[in-house]
């Protein structure tokens, strides 16, 4: 079954929730790590993806197959915004003409942070692994009074993330950008898990960070690669401006052995 986040999969997403780069972090942002153990137990835990109170898109509990999508620049290296609905339609539009599955339009929808366009989309009968060849599918736009992405690169890591402009900020303002842009982010390894999701705030900015494990197969006869790694957001809060650091806290190797997760010698 085929349920897309920008080709990021959300089934688990719907399941487990109800809501080396850089240097280290600030230690206002830190909190205590988590042990192997307690990180083996969620990173090999199938029915696990997010902490329980982790950010839910409105979409999650859309039944078969669907999938969510953002408007991006030219170059694919942002999402694009506008406050204008007009605007935002013609861009999506022409993006939907520019796919490789077209969709024909069905409804819009607003909130207060995007546009939405839904669409009905037709996968050729050739591509496996979907339940229905023909599907929902959600394409936004977000609105610059709350983010402007301009300028993002998405395929790092670190540095400039967008500017907030939504009023006034606060913890619960750059947690739900955090964990709502992580359900459109691109990683490698298999298996991606949020240990923990946890904000704090400071004299002049608001942090967000995403304790997150990674576990990467290093090919037959090796153990596993487990790193625990820092995502952290920083909004200031006189400009707004975001920026993010990826910071690898610690990492071991590990194994299955009669399905049980073990650290390696």
């Known amino acids: 079954m ?118 009905e989309l037709a996968y050729p009968e050739s591509i496996g692994n979907i339940s229905d060849p023909t599907s929902p599918g959600f394409s936004r736009v977000f609105k610059c009074g709350y983010v402007n992405r301009d300028g993002v690169d998405r395929n790092i890591h670190n540095g400039y993330a967008g500017r907030l402009n939504v009023r006034p900020l606060s913890e619960d303002v750059i947690r739900t950008f955090a964990e709502y842009m992580w359900q459109f982010t691109f990683f490698w390894p298999a298996r991606k898990t949020v240990l923990d999701s946890f904000s704090a705030e400071q004299v002049h900015d608001y942090r967000h960070t995403l304790r997150l494990a990674f576990v990467t197969n290093q090919g037959f006869g090796r153990c596993d690669l487990v790193e625990v790694v820092d995502w952290l957001f920083t909004v200031d809060k006189g400009s707004g401006q975001v920026t993010k650091d990826f910071v690898l806290q610690y990492q071991f190797e590990a194994q299955l052995i009669a399905g049980i997760p073990e650290e390696c010698d």
Not at 28 to 52: F, H, I, R
Not at 70 to 90: G, I, P, Q, R
């Open 2 to 119: 085929r349920r897309i986040i920008g080709t990021l999969t959300i089934s688990c997403l719907a399941m487990c929730a109800c809501r080396t780069e850089g240097g280290s972090p600030p230690d206002e942002a830190k909190q205590a790590l988590p042990s192997t153990g307690e990180v083996l137990a969620m990173a090999y835990d199938n029915s696990y993806a997010v902490p329980a109170d982790f950010l839910v898109d409105e979409r999650a509990h859309t039944t078969g197959s669907y999938s969510i999508y953002h408007v991006k620049d030219e170059s694919t290296s942002y999402e694009l915004c506008s406050n204008d609905f007009v605007e935002a339609s013609a861009w999506e539009s022409a993006d939907n003409a520019s796919r490789s599955v077209n969709g024909l339009y069905v409804d819009s929808y607003e909130n207060d942070r995007y546009f939405e366009f839904v669409r």
